[in-house]
């Protein structure tokens, strides 16, 4: 009985820690796959921009596709784009928020909120 409560608090224990080491884990380890095809489809939107002058607009799913993104996806980013010429990756997991977010002022990834609305 005694060997079998200090077993159960021992695996409590060791989840909460590994738990908490996770969680505390810097997000290029953590979202490491997202990372990476985020900053490909950001490269594809830098190139578009570069030969067209200009973002794809943000209901141009025929572009859009073409530059990695997919409408109601949730394992790809969701676009945005102001008016000013900036534009913001997010991956909207459905649980409102922080996100993991990629803004093109910043050109970073963080876990935030999305600063530019889509109109």
Same mark, same amino acid.
């Given at each position: ?11 409590? %224990?060791?989840?909460i ?5 996770y969680?505390? =884990?810097?997000?290029? %380890?953590?979202?490491k796959s ?5 900053? @490909?489809i950001?490269?594809? %939107? @830098? ?7 200009? =973002? ?12 990695? =993104?997919?409408k ?15 534009y ?6 459905? =649980? ?9 002022? @910043? ?6 909120l ?6």
């Amino acid at each position: 009985m005694k060997k079998t409560l200090i077993t159960s608090i021992t695996v409590i %224990i060791l989840i909460i820690i590994s738990f908490t080491i996770y969680w505390n =884990l810097p997000i290029e %380890i953590t979202r490491k796959s997202d990372i990476k095809t985020g900053n @490909e489809i950001i490269e594809n %939107i @830098e190139n578009y921009r570069t030969k067209s002058y200009k =973002l794809p607009e943000v209901n141009d799913w025929q572009t859009l596709e073409q530059l990695g =993104l997919e409408k109601d996806n949730h394992t790809k980013p969701v676009y945005t784009k102001d008016e000013k010429g900036n534009y913001e990756l997010f991956y909207d997991d459905g =649980l409102g928020g922080p996100y993991l977010l990629w803004n093109s002022t @910043e050109k970073k990834w963080t876990i935030d909120l999305p600063k530019i609305i889509s109109k």
